[in-house]
DNA sequence: TTATTAAATTTACAGTGTAAATATACAACG
DNA sequence: CGTTGTATATTTACACTGTAAATTTAATAA
């Protein structure tokens, strides 16, 4: 009997499945995500899945573009819940502690995307790109934000040779200086959230196990410490 | 015909599979490790490995090993290479710069040990911790020296609870305060250092692909600054 | 020489992703 | 209504993985 009857044909199935596959996630980390097991989960069997997505790879694409989505959503969450003029460092604030909420939230989800957990899959850039600067265009904002106050401190910040990136500030970042200066910022503080963030959730932080905020917090301070001066209104009185 | 004659039994066999395997981890990546593919490098049936390794993790666990290893030979040939008082500050910064260079002449066993890159697999932290300790020592002994001349400087960094270390500074930190802040202090320096590398690394970090050094430098001179502060010969004249 | 041990073999099993051929339910058209 | 077409599943099959068990042989010790 091939293809039963329409008992409960679930209309999209596409999205079960990636439910399916996230509880499998969940439970078993996502390297041992398969396919079989989806199938064995929704009782199906394993090519039906092939119909909704052509291989493995593809799925774990899909599944890496919703948690971009996810993350991207409580970036800009955050930095919405702050508005107005006035209040970048606190925006700022609030977007450096969604990120390790989020994560903490979805330690899965955040290995998948940062980090090198399944087999064999290398993220295809091209199709991720969109969502991925959706994702940390909160971050880029409100740096851009403050550089437009004059409270970015004016350091000698390595510029990235926008020959050499591949696609990815092709449209953000041709050439302006300025953009330049507020992306390699973004990144900066990227590389340190993330630094911190993915030792945490791997528990490769064994000492502060249970108290990881303090030390999230401390290295948030240190990093508006860094990068930001209050705005000077008279600069030119200065001695 | 079982156990071919001694035509050339390689006497340090466990050596010979593990060098296979690093090989095959450098060309396919180290999540499609296979010990029937070292097996069929070597000429050997797979399950004669099971005979120097009990089963895939023992492989993987002597692989991180040797790998940390490795890197805390760098790291403390880095340290030496800096010797004798008053060179504090530049044998830091030789730590920190051999850091980023093994890490580049050995992306595989960096993620190895500080990625999370085989499936199913969890490290054994026991095992693993002495030479865990070792590889890290550089970092915390400098560190020590300059908390010992007075050149940390004394923020409120947040320490560590002991009672949650799983074992981790049994040895090294028990209540001590100023052990504890030192191992903070090389914790956050840690987390800041692998942020930026695991990022270029994984190419994340697209725009600076071939200028990595110039982003890093900066990070590791931004690191001084917050942690270190000259030495104040006379602290009490001060208003 | 004989017995023992160590090291490799063959065989087998359960699991994986995926390609190919096949069968059926459903929708549209004559 | 009957026929056809297509989408969606199934079954079957293949190559691959790690690993357990039994077996066979080379090297070593008694």
Redesign the interface.
Known sequence: MARPTKKQQQANLPEIIKDAAWRQISEA?A??LSLRGIARELGITAPAIYNYFPDRDALVTALISDAYASFGDRQLDAMNSVPGPGRELDRLRATGLAYRAWALDHPHRY?LI???????YVPP?QELMPVMMRSISALTGTIGELYALGMIDPQ???L???E???G??DTM?KGDETTLTV??IA??I???????V??EI?G????????GA??YE??LD?VA??FIRLPQNAPDTAP
Not at 190 to 196: A, I, K, P, Q, T
Not at 204 to 211: I, M, V
Request: with cysteine.
């Open positions: 980390g390297s041992s290995m940062f980090g090198n957990p399944v087999p064999g850039m000698a910040i390595p990235p040779q926008v050499n990136s591949q990815f500030c970042a992306l390699s990144m900066l990227w590389s340190r959230v993330h630094g911190l993915s030792l791997t490769k932080l064994p000492p502060y196990a249970s108290d303090a030390l401390f290295e240190s410490r860094q």
